[in-house]
Structures are given as structure tokens and as C-alpha cells.
């Protein structure tokens, strides 16, 4: 099966993503998202990157099973995957997550148990450790992760019984959004606000990569998406303003109505295909988009992203903590300089320290065996 490759200007959608988390928790810590006028709510709504994050990960991580039933070569092994997806999520995890429990949050074994096996999602009170707030995604993340080669299984299953393979698996891949949404409706008549942190409410995000995966590998590069990447781009932004009004929900933590909730999730979805596309449809290295994400410090930024995002709320946290800020108030340059630059000096130690080791672990797990040497050829004796 042909190597499917790195994609520089992804990458730097993925920092521009984790950069947008970071600058919502700024803005929210300091209490300027919750102020008059359009600014403010731009800001509020920069939690958009988690869908990015999440239509990225259904993109890069479907990829393979994509190309394996459009092109029918082997499909990747299951134990294998899920081995380097343990190697990339937990050791960098495991360490911000000891260091802030241990500092702010005293837990029995059992919630260490909890945190350390990203189960926080699922026991009630568990999930609002101190300076931990960014880590709901993470057992959302997980779950995609263990769910994937069974859905990735069962669509191949469905796919190859039929004449077009691709038209196929977006077909299958069509019946996620449907639990998402089924979801959406029963956190909200059932007053189950908690669904919310479960894998089946967002799945909308990771089919729409999922299905963006199918295309990359069905279409290629799309000239179609190429010419129109301008307009979608302004599009996701005009798109990302409406998302940054009421009709989306408050801008609290107040519950929103059904459906704000549906408007919401909708929107979301649109913008982050929108964002994603003209990069993952359209690989251009020539053009001005890529050009501006897939730049060598955007790529790197992308690359320490997930690191940045671990330790930032705590980076947060301390810096509240010295200056003595009552909650929701504080110099909101003063800590988004500081927060950035401590933010990024430890991302980049713990990537090269930490996070490359284990990627680097995985792929000699992986990297298949060398060949044994054939024999040197023997003189042939002249006939006599």
C-alpha cells in the first residue's frame, strides 16, 4: 500500500486550532469573552476548534481503511494502531494530568485511576479537576480511537458488497450524523446534560473527516476545490460569524435549548468542513493557503499542538494563582504573553522529549521486518 503522506498546511490547521483553544481560556479566565459586542463573542466561540480537532482526527486516522477498500490492498492492523495511538495520547497526558492533580486536586487511588485512564467523562464530578478543564475532549478523542477499527471494519464490510465502493462507504458513513443527532435531542428532552461529553453527541465531527478521507482517496486532489478554496474559506469565516451570535446558544454555561444545541452543532460541522477542505481535498503545496499553513513554523507548531493544548490551563492556572486575579477579571495581554511563551517552552520540551520518543518507539514496532540476505552466488566449475 502506497505511504500515505504528511500534510504540512494540516498541521498548521492543527495549531491554529490548539491556538484558538488556548485563546478562549484566556479570554474566559480574564472575563473578556463575556463582555459587550461582536468581539466578545467571536472570542466565545473559539471553542470551534475542538471540531477541527475532532473532523482532523476522523480524516488522518479513517485515511488508511479509506484507501485500503477504494484500492483493495491489506487494511491496517487494529493492535498495531491502537498500540501507536496509546504511544501518542498517554505518556505526555499522564504527566500534565499527575502534576495537576497532585498540586490542586487530592484524590483517592480510585480517581487517579479514573484520570489516568481518561474515564473522567464518565463519573459524575470527576471531570472539574483544577486546571484540568481542557481534558473533556481527550476521552472523547480515546473513544474514536477504540471505536474506529470496528467501524472501519464494518464498512468495509458494507462497501465491498456492492458495485461503487466509495458512493458506499459515505453511505455508511452517513448514519453517524444520525446518532449524533438522535444524541443531541435525548441530552436535551431526556435532561441529560452529560451526553454531551460522550462520544456518540459528536460524531458528526469525526464522520464529516471520515467521510472527507473517502474523498482524498477516491478524487485525489480536486481542481474543482482547488479554484473554489478562496470562497470556501471566506465562507467558514461569514459562517463562524453567525456561530458567534445567540441564535447558537449563550455564551455560558448556561444549558441551551434544542435547538440552539442543533443550530449549534450544524454550524460547527459546516465551518470546520469548510476550514478543512480546500487542504484536504486540494493539495496544493503552490498556493497561497498553503504556503501560509504549511510553512516550516506553522508545521512545527502543529506538531508540538497537542502538547501546547495539555499544558496550557495549568500554565493558566499558576499564572492566576501568583498574580491573586478574583475569577474572570485579570490583564488579558499580560496573561496570554506569559501563558503563550511558558506554554510553548514546555510543549517543545515534552514533544522532544516525550512525545518523539514514543512516536519514534512506534514506528520500529511497526517498521516491518528486514529480509534475509540471499546467498552469494558460487563459482560454477568449467566443464571439463
Known amino acids: 500500500m502506497r505511504a500515505l503522506k504528511r500534510d504540512a498546511a494540516l498541521d498548521g490547521i492543527r495549531a491554529l486550532a490548539a491556538l484558538g483553544v488556548w485563546l478562549l481560556h484566556v479570554a474566559s479566565n480574564t472575563g473578556v469573552m463575556y463582555g459587550e459586542g461582536m468581539y466578545a463573542w467571536l472570542l466565545s466561540r473559539l471553542g470551534m476548534a475542538v471540531p477541527v480537532f475532532f473532523l482532523l482526527s476522523g480524516l488522518l486516522l479513517y485515511r488508511p481503511w479509506a484507501k485500503a477498500a477504494v484500492e483493495g490492498t491489506p487494511r491496517p492492523a487494529a493492535g498495531l494502531y491502537l498500540w501507536r495511538r496509546a ?3 498517554l505518556p505526555v497526558y499522564w504527566l500534565v494530568v499527575s502534576l495537576a492533580l497532585w498540586a490542586w486536586t487530592p484524590l483517592d487511588w480510585t480517581g487517579w485511576v479514573v484520570w489516568l485512564l481518561l474515564l473522567q467523562n464518565y463519573v459524575p464530578g470527576m471531570n472539574n479537576a483544577e486546571g484540568l478543564y481542557q481534558m473533556w ?29 466509495p458512493v458506499r462507504l ?25 451526553l454531551a461529553l460522550w462520544l456518540p453527541y459528536h460524531l458528526v465531527y469525526f464522520a464529516c ?13 480536486s481542481r474543482v476545490i482547488g ?14 460569524a453567525v456561530l458567534s451570535t445567540p441564535l447558537a446558544g449563550p455564551r455560558t454555561l448556561t444549558l441551551p435549548t434544542l435547538g440552539e444545541s ?4 450544524t454550524l460547527e460541522a459546516a465551518v470546520a468542513v469548510l476550514a478543512v477542505a480546500p487542504f484536504a481535498l486540494a493539495p496544493d503545496p503552490g498556493s497561497l493557503r498553503h504556503r501560509l499553513l504549511g510553512n516550516p513554523v506553522a508545521a512545527y507548531l502543529g506538531r508540538i499542538s497537542y502538547s501546547f493544548f ?31 511563551i511558558v506554554s510553548l517552552l514546555l510543549s517543545v520540551a515534552s514533544y522532544h522529549l516525550i512525545e518523539h520518543v514514543a512516536l519514534t518507539l512506534g514506528r520500529r514496532r511497526s517498521a516491518p521486518a528486514r529480509p534475509p540476505e540471499s546467498p552469494a552466488p558460487q563459482p560454477v566449475a568449467p566443464a571439463a
Open 209 to 221: 473527516g471520515m467521510a472527507m478521507a473517502v474523498l482524498s482517496v477516491w478524487l485525489g486532489g
Open 262 to 265: 442543533l443550530f449549534r452543532v
Open 137 to 165: 475532549t481527550l476521552p472523547i478523542e480515546m473513544a474514536f480511537y477504540l471505536v474506529l477499527p470496528v467501524l472501519a471494519w464494518a464498512l468495509h464490510r458494507w462497501a465491498v458488497r456492492g458495485g461503487n465502493v
Open 87 to 89: 504511544l501518542r495520547v
Open 227 to 240: 479554484s473554489l478554496a478562496p470562497q470556501l474559506l471566506v465562507l467558514a469565516f461569514l459562517l463562524y
Open 310 to 340: 495539555l499544558w496550557h490551563a495549568p500554565v493558566i492556572t499558576v499564572h492566576r494563582q501568583i498574580t491573586g486575579d478574583p475569577p474572570f477579571t485579570g490583564d488579558f495581554v499580560s496573561l496570554a504573553v506569559v501563558s503563550f
Open 170 to 194: 459515505l453511505g455508511g458513513i452517513a448514519v453517524l450524523p444520525v446518532v449524533s443527532v438522535a444524541t443531541v435531542v435525548a441530552s436535551r428532552v431526556l435532561e441529560m446534560p452529560e
